[in-house]
């Protein structure tokens, strides 16, 4: 597959790396529904996978590419009749024509009829993934609701905590109070009643000065 533009380097890559771009280059004719480089880096955010990763992964990349290729020259006018396509892969490409969008499965198609040696190349926003392969692949977004839901659990367990520890302070700081407190109710108590034995002593001496004046 040429690609002057350079729109289709993960695509070119993957084609080679499944051998693909070999079948591609008999005698045809095919139609090749072409995920750009954007495409790619969609499913590779959707998934969590990299790159290396998918290239990897022989039995899944080709039947995701297979998905992608029909037997046959697929012009416009075909598409816009909304007929399902059979891919090469085996299951079904559903087509459908909505206010002048053109879309394939979950793609839109954003350029069409491109001539390629053996075919057509039409260009899509999204790589299309087969049902059967679908749950095969990872999913970045229940991931990040995980590590979404363990950091919120990290966050209300600190609050807990300082919540507790704050409390103890509090306890700390009420029960301080109230020692506080009672160490001067009893110094006061001491304290009165020292001066009323003062007081008594006096009151004594008195009693006892004026009992002994004649």
Do not use: C, W
Not at 114 to 129: K, P, R
Not at 166 to 172: F, G, Q, R, V
Not at 202 to 210: L, S
């Amino acid at each position: 597959m040429n690609d002057p533009e350079k729109q289709f380097t993960i695509l070119v890559d993957a084609l080679k790396a499944t051998g693909l771009d070999k079948t591609l280059e008999g005698a045809g004719p095919f139609t090749i529904f072409a995920p750009t480089d954007d495409a790619f880096k969609a499913l590779f955010d959707k998934t969590g996978m990299t790159e290396q990763e998918l290239l990897a992964d022989q039995d899944v990349l080709t039947k995701i590419l297979s998905y992608h290729v029909v037997e046959g020259k697929v012009r416009l006018l075909q598409l816009t009749r909304g007929n399902p396509l059979t891919s090469l892969e085996g299951e079904s490409l559903p087509v459908k024509l909505d206010a002048g969008v053109l879309t394939l499965g979950d793609a839109t198609i954003v350029s069409v009829d491109h001539a390629a040696d053996n075919g057509i190349v039409d260009y899509l926003d999204t790589v299309l993934v087969p049902p059967s392969v679908a749950a095969l692949l990872p999913q970045a977004t229940a991931t990040a609701e995980a590590t979404e839901a363990m950091t919120a659990t990290a966050e209300a367990t600190a609050t807990a905590e300082r919540t507790e520890a704050m409390t103890a302070t509090a306890e700390a700081t009420e029960a301080a109070t109230a020692t506080a407190q009672a160490t001067e109710a009893m110094t006061a108590t001491t304290e009165a009643t020292e001066a009323a034995t003062a007081t008594a002593q006096a009151t004594e001496a008195m009693t006892a000065t004026a009992e002994a004046t004649p």
